[in-house]
């Protein structure tokens, strides 16, 4: 779920495991210019390398 919108395209989303994690929203909903606004459900790709950090793949209707 969106907790945060900060500037430059970044959100702060926590997780179902209750982690934060700091995401920006991926090239593709970009192109479709899908709106993610505070209190979305989201799904986030974490990253491997940095598991603070992720990509938001999906929005929930």
Known sequence: M???VL???L???ETD???T???H???KMRR???RVVLGDQVTVAVSPYDPTRGR???RAR
């Open 2 to 4: 969106v907790q945060e």
């Open 7 to 9: 500037k430059g395209g």
């Open 11 to 13: 959100f702060r989303v």
């Open 17 to 19: 495991a209750g982690h």
């Open 21 to 23: 994690v700091l995401a």
């Open 25 to 27: 929203m991926a090239g």
């Open 32 to 34: 479709h210019r899908i």
């Open 56 to 58: 938001i793949i999906f």
